[in-house]
């Protein structure tokens, strides 16, 4: 009979993890070196133009009867290899960003990019946050870095919270925010796009962005005889703080500012616990006077973003018919690429 007691169980644990970990570490070492293998064979084949185009068709030929279980060296990989070389000259994003990314990351930002800078942007988000091929494809097509990037953002998050805090809020902030999954209907008021965003709450969340988890809409808050409801709350484990969101269909008024600032005075007053840094508030409004909402958050004590939010029927053509519908989303998005490929990717 096998011992019962947590030392033992722990034990067991602590060896299941360093398994786990060592065959993490071989994957990606593999990955690694499987990349810098399709780069040096692209660099090759760059340099030796004097055999033509075919013989990158004659080179997977040949492959395929040399190692006919080897995946990976299609003519079509092969000629993403090549322009992987001709594009890829920075040896240091090859190492840091490329080679910590799957073949399948790669040609994403091969194919969909053609700036290095953002290039660099979207492979490290791609790296910290753990982005599936699906969500960097989801993330370039919505202009993530435009928007977190926007220099317009109103905010006090720098007068009210300290440093990192402060900057790591301005960095999660975006403006707009596009909630392109949400069908806009005749007559829809602020509680309808509320539920709305809690029915598509995956596409909510991969909107709102990292480390968001959601807390539950429309949570009471209890000041003595009084109830309050807020419209959204989430806890941001990267932010270590809560999210109270609250979201009005019409344009930025400033009693937004002062009726998020009570909120705010409540949950930290309520939820917040030693560990967790202040809490932070984000007004999405249809639209927004700049000067208007900057005013409104300058002698706000508490911590208050401002943005603006697209639904569907807002967003450019052109930017709606490169988004996925829902209904391709949850399907999963993916690049052409032949499966052989995608086996090795």
Not at 34 to 58: C, H, P, R
Not at 123 to 141: H, P, T, Y
Request: glycine share 4%.
């Amino acid at each position: 009979m096998l011992p019962d007691n947590n030392d033992y169980k722990n034990l067991i644990e602590e060896i299941k993890n360093k398994v786990r970990e060592a065959q993490y570490r071989a994957m990606v070492k593999v990955n690694s070196e499987m990349i810098q293998l399709y780069w040096s064979i692209g660099k090759e084949l760059n340099e030796q133009v004097q055999y033509g185009n075919a013989f990158i068709d004659t080179l997977a030929k040949e492959i395929k009867l040399d190692s006919p279980k080897v995946k990976g060296f299609s003519a079509r990989n092969l000629r993403y290899m090549k322009k992987f070389a001709k594009e890829i000259t920075d040896l240091d994003f090859l190492q840091m960003v490329s080679a910590k990314l799957t073949w399948s990351h790669n040609l994403v930002l091969l194919e969909k990019l053609h700036n290095m800078n953002e290039r660099y942007w979207y492979g490290r988000k791609a790296i910290e946050n753990a982005w599936s091929v699906d969500v960097l494809e989801f993330q370039i097509v919505g202009r993530l870095m435009n928007r977190q990037n926007n220099t317009d953002k109103v905010q006090n998050f720098e007068q009210r919270l300290p440093e990192p805090q402060s900057e790591l809020a301005i960095q999660t902030m975006k403006d707009p925010y596009v909630f392109d999954f949400v069908e806009v209907r005749e007559g829809m008021i602020e509680r309808d796009v509320e539920n709305e965003l809690v029915n598509h709450i995956t596409n909510f969340l991969l909107e709102m962005g990292s480390g968001f988890a959601y807390m539950g809409h429309q949570k009471v808050l209890k000041v003595e005889d009084e109830e309050f409801f807020p419209d959204l709350l989430f806890y941001n484990t990267i932010l270590h703080c809560y999210v109270v969101v609250d979201l009005k269909m019409k344009k930025f008024k400033p009693e937004y500012a002062g009726k998020m600032n009570f909120y705010l005075s409540v949950v930290d007053d309520q939820l917040k616990t030693e560990t967790d840094n202040p809490s932070i508030g984000l007004i999405l409004c249809r639209d927004k006077n700049k000067v208007v909402a900057e005013y409104s958050l300058k002698d706000m004590n508490k911590p208050i973003g401002v943005s603006e939010y697209k639904l569907t029927q807002e967003i450019p053509e052109a930017f709606k018919r490169a988004l996925p519908d829902a209904e391709t989303w949850e399907k999963h998005i993916k690049l052409p690429i032949e499966e052989e490929d995608e086996e090795e990717a």
